[in-house]
Structure formats: structure tokens, C-alpha cells
């Protein structure tokens, strides 16, 4: 965290020299002459002066195609900041209150707020001429566009990619990976029928853009406005209608829940681990003795409520108050209430080594990291520590977490409030400058800074090889990255282009984000097994729909 604030100031400490411009001195001062003066007065005038207006009258501005460029890339840092705090606030609200009915909308809702807040800033943010805001908000759609195109491509190739296991059914079969034609079809992952219904969920978001193609059949300004109110009212009924769903069948924020919950728990486990995936005995010890407050080379079971508390569970609302004794009967192997140190670090080693064994199981389910230590274990003494529940965290923790959790979605959005503009501002000006692409950036560059950190999450969390580890990715892939957002900024970027009368012409970004998350959600639709080939099918849809949109934007001339 200090490296990443070090790092954020030094960029702004850079982007200091930019804030310097020059303004004309009106006035009659009398100077003595030399002769020379007017005549090189006369020679400066010839020369022609561009200048720029700092945004907000003190961010920095340029003209030097350069330094535009410098801008881009620092306010892309600055907004992957943001991204990252509205991201850690929106998980955290989630954890706080659950999978419950309000606790799925608000996290459906929160999700979305870095796309919503750019598709926002880019459509009201244009006080200029209305060719100037057009395109701005056309800007909009193409960072929403290319923000689904990038979930659905490379990080959904690369989830199955790094997922795919042996699904030979030959026990003879080596697990060593050869690239050749036929090895692409042995290896490959398989999912949950959850994670079909997700995706045609899904393609239930595509009606409102099917809509808005027939813009471009049309040919009319008045034929578009038709077809972008209709597409505003269908996206607002999917919505009404997702958040009502939810009430009645809460499985899609239920396996959010346990995503989330799946992440957070390896995290945990990662700490107890060397770096060569062995159990730190020398840390396990260290943790014993600063459990150990009496100094009397026991833990009681009050001593005990430390060690949960200390790697972080409660507050992350995995435990219930039963869960300390449960701890202390799976610790207390001589049943004499006490808990040793060679106790404590011979189960602890056989449950991180169970652990890690398990993340290799394919029929493994993340709620079974922890085995027992007798035949009596109960199915919920082995979920130990990942099971769900609805506890509350005490009341002085619980307001923590609430204010923790505000804090961090306001720093956000301010953040991503304050840049966007300025952001989209600089990339028209580089664009312009450079006779570059226009989509080049909001398509490509942008959805980058602000998916990132949900990409490598997502690839880390296939590496497990797991069935639920990859359904809940892909699930999350289909709903949280890519519906969501297309439901709910898309509502926000057809009210303003609406209600401000935009002329615009985003064909291009609706038909390709169409073909794209078409192709994608049929095919994940109706299977569950998805081979290793199909992880380079959809690598190479990602350049494919970067030449659709410069085919239809340059040859074709479209908008």
C-alpha cells in the first residue's frame, strides 16, 4: 500500500511541470528603446501560438502529442487506482451483508460504478460544441463496448487455458500437456449447469444492442432517436426485472458470495505457506507463542479466539462463535483441554497439507480445505473455516468495516470522477493529433486500466483446477464483469445521449460487442465441457473484433 501511494505521488509530482502557462500583460509601460525592439516584435507576431485550458483550471494540459500521450498513461494508473478502491469497498459492503435480497442488488449496482462513472463523465463532462459531446459519448459505448469484448475473450481463453485439466477418461493418461491437435481436445475444464443459465442470462443483455443496430438500417436521425429510447426502456425492464429475479431465486448473489469467499480463503491459507507451497513451521511456532499470553506453553480455548481473529476470518464473516470450540476439539488431540505446541504444529501442518493436496483434486469442492482428525468429523467440522454464514461481526468491528467500506467507494468514485474527464478529454486530443484510430484507445486502453485486477483475480482463481473454481469464474465473467456492467451503464449512457439529443453513430462498437458476446454466450450456453481448443478460439476473437471495428470504421466509413 505505501509502495503504491509512493508511486501515485511521484507520478503527480511529474505531471507539476505542465501546470505552468503563460498570459498576455496588458498595459502602456514606458521603457526606454534600443531601436530594435519593434522590429523584432514585428518578427514574433508572425508566429502562431497554440495553447490549452487546464481542466478544472488546475489539472495539467498540453498540446505536444507527447505529452499527451504522458497524460493518457497517467491518468489510466490513477484510474486503475480508483477501479481498485471502489472494487475493495463494493467486495466489502458484499461480505458485510451477504448474499441476502438487498445485499445482491447493492453489490449488482456497486459492480458497475467505474463504467457508469466513465460513460457519465464522457456524456456531461462535454460542455463544447455537440460535435465535441457526440463524440465524447461515443467514446462512452466504446469503453463499455471493449471493457465485455476483453472479459469475454482473452480473459475467459485464458481462465480455460490455465484451468484445463486431463479430461481423458484413460487412467493410464499422463497429465503432461503436449500442444499437439489431438491433446487440445483431451485437455479442457468442465462447469456447473449454473454456469450455462449465467450465460444466457447473459445473452438477455444483447436484445437492447440488437435494437440499436437497426439504428444504422434506419438512416434517420429520427428513426435513431425512436431506436435509442426503445433500447432505454428494454434495458431498464431487464434490469427491474434481474434485481426482482434475484429476490425470488438469490443463487446468482449466492454464488458471488462464494467467489469472493473462495478468493479470500486462499489468500489466508497463502500466508501459513512457504514459498515452495510447505507449511512454515518457523511461522506456525511464532504463531503459537504470541497465542500463548501467559507464557505457559499452552493455548486455552480463550487464547484459541486469537489465533481466528488474527488471520483476519471473523471480520471477513467466515466464522460462527460455535467455530472456536470446534477448533479447539480438532487441536486438542490428548482431550485434555490444552493445547501444546507440538499439537498445534502437527494439525496444522496436516491441514495445510491437505490443503494444498486438494487444490490438485478435480472432485475437490473448496468447502472441504480442512480434514479431521477422528471418523466423527461432522461435514460442517470440515468446512471449518470456509463455510457460509450470516453472523454478524461484533458491533465495534461491524461499524469498522461499514465505514471502511463508505470510505473506500466515495475515495473511488471521486477519483474516477475527477480523472474520467480529463481522460477522455486527452485521448480525443491524441487522437485527433496522431490520426489514430478513434476506438483505439477507449477500446483497448482504457477497459485495460479498469479490468485488469479483476483478470489476473480470475486467472488466479482457475489455477485451483477445480469444477467450482472455474464455474464460479466463468459465472462471474458472464454476470459481474460483463452483463452487469452492459445493463446498467448502458441505461446510463442512452439517457444521456437521449435526453441531451447526441447525434452519434456507434454501429460499429454495437454490432461487434453483438457478434462477440452472441458467439460467446451461445456456446457456453448449452455445455458444460469446454476444451483447450476453444481457449485459442477466443483469443483469436479479440483481434478479430479489433479488424471488424477498423474494417467498419475506416473502410466503411462508419462512426
Known amino acids: 500500500m505505501i509502495t503504491r501511494t509512493a508511486i501515485t505521488f511521484f507520478l503527480l509530482l511529474l505531471m507539476t511541470p505542465y501546470l505552468g502557462y503563460s498570459r498576455f500583460m496588458g498595459g502602456d509601460i514606458n521603457l526606454v528603446s534600443d531601436g530594435l525592439t519593434v522590429a523584432q516584435s514585428s518578427h514574433n507576431l508572425t508566429a502562431s501560438t497554440v495553447t490549452c485550458e487546464p481542466t478544472y483550471g488546475f489539472l495539467p494540459c498540453t498540446t505536444e502529442v507527447w505529452g499527451q500521450l504522458f497524460l493518457i498513461v497517467i491518468y489510466e494508473y490513477l484510474l486503475s487506482v480508483g477501479e481498485k478502491y ?56 466504446s469503453l463499455l463496448a471493449g471493457s465485455a469484448v476483453m472479459l469475454l475473450t482473452l480473459v475467459w481463453g485464458s481462465c480455460v487455458a490455465f484451468a484445463s485439466t486431463n479430461q481423458s477418461e484413460d487412467p493410464n493418461s499422463s ?47 429520427s428513426g435513431t432517436r425512436v431506436a435509442v429510447l426503445v433500447a432505454l426502456l428494454i434495458t431498464l425492464a431487464l434490469l427491474s426485472v434481474y434485481i426482482f429475479y434475484q429476490v425470488f431465486q438469490p443463487w446468482i448473489a449466492e454464488r458471488r458470495f462464494d467467489y469472493l469467499r473462495q478468493k479470500y480463503v486462499k489468500e489466508r491459507l497463502q500466508r501459513l505457506l512457504t514459498s515452495n507451497g510447505k507449511p512454515n513451521k518457523a511461522y506456525i511456532k511464532e504463531i503459537f507463542h504470541q497465542i500463548d499470553k501467559n507464557n505457559d506453553s499452552f493455548i486455552s480455548k480463550a487464547e484459541l479466539r486469537t489465533l481466528v481473529l488474527g488471520i483476519h476470518l471473523k471480520n471477513d464473516g467466515l466464522i460462527r462463535d460455535d467455530y472456536v470450540e470446534e477448533v479447539m476439539n480438532a487441536f486438542d488431540v490428548s482431550d485434555d483441554h ?30 472441504s480445505f480442512f480434514g479431521s482428525h477422528s471418523k466423527d468429523t461432522t461435514e460442517e467440522q470440515q468446512s471449518l473455516v470456509v463455510k457460509k454464514n450470516k453472523t454478524q461481526s461484533t ?60 483478470a489476473i483475480a480470475a486467472v488466479k482463481s482457475v489455477r ?56 460467446v454466450g451461445l456456446f457456453a450456453s448449452f455445455r458444460t465441457s469446454f476444451p483447450l481448443w476453444t481457449a485459442f478460439v477466443a483469443y483469436l476473437l479479440y483481434p478479430v473484433s479489433l479488424l471488424q471495428l477498423y474494417v467498419l470504421t475506416t473502410v466503411f466509413g462508419w462512426s
Open 464 to 519: 485451483q483446477k477445480t469444477q467450482q473454481s472455474i464455474s464460479l469464474t466463468l459465472s462471474e465473467l458472464c454476470l459481474v464483469r460483463s452483463a452487469a456492467p452492459l445493463r446498467v451503464t448502458l441505461t446510463s449512457f442512452l439517457a444521456i445521449v437521449y435526453i441531451r439529443d447526441l447525434s452519434w453513430d456507434v454501429s460499429a462498437e454495437v454490432l461487434v460487442v453483438l457478434i462477440i458476446s452472441s458467439v
Open 86 to 141: 471502489v472494487s475493495e469497498g463494493s467486495e466489502l459492503f458484499f461480505k458485510i451483508i451477504g448474499p441476502s435480497i438487498f445485499g445482491g442488488s447493492l453489490f449488482h449496482i456497486l459492480g458497475t460504478v467505474p463504467q457508469v462513472i466513465m460513460v457519465l463523465v464522457s456524456g456531461l463532462s462535454a460542455s463544447v460544441t455537440p460535435a465535441a459531446a457526440s463524440q465524447q459519448a461515443a467514446y462512452g459505448l
Open 175 to 221: 497429465d503432461v500437456l503436449r500442444l499437439t491437435p489431438k491433446n487440445l481436445n483431451r485437455f479442457g475444464v468442465t462447469t456447473d449447469i449454473q454456469t450455462s443459465y449465467t450465460a444466457r442470462i447473459m445473452m438477455l443483455s444483447m436484445v437492447p444492442f440488437l435494437i440499436l443496430q437497426l439504428a444504422k438500417i434506419m438512416n434517420s436521425s
Open 338 to 367: 490444552h493445547i501444546d505446541e507440538a499439537e498445534f504444529v502437527r494439525v496444522l501442518f496436516k491441514w495445510l497439507i491437505e490443503a494444498r493436496q486438494s487444490v490438485t483434486n478435480p472432485d475437490h469442492k473448496p468447502r
Open 395 to 454: 458491533a465495534s468491528n461491524s461499524l469498522w468495516m461499514y465505514l471502511k467500506a463508505t470510505f473506500l467507494l466515495v475515495l473511488g468514485t471521486a477519483v474516477l470522477s475527477l480523472l474520467g474527464g480529463p481522460l477522455i478529454t486527452s485521448v480525443t486530443a491524441f487522437a485527433n493529433a496522431t490520426n489514430m484510430p478513434s476506438f483505439f484507445i477507449p477500446y483497448v486502453a482504457i477497459p485495460v486500466a479498469l479490468n485488469y485486477r479483476g
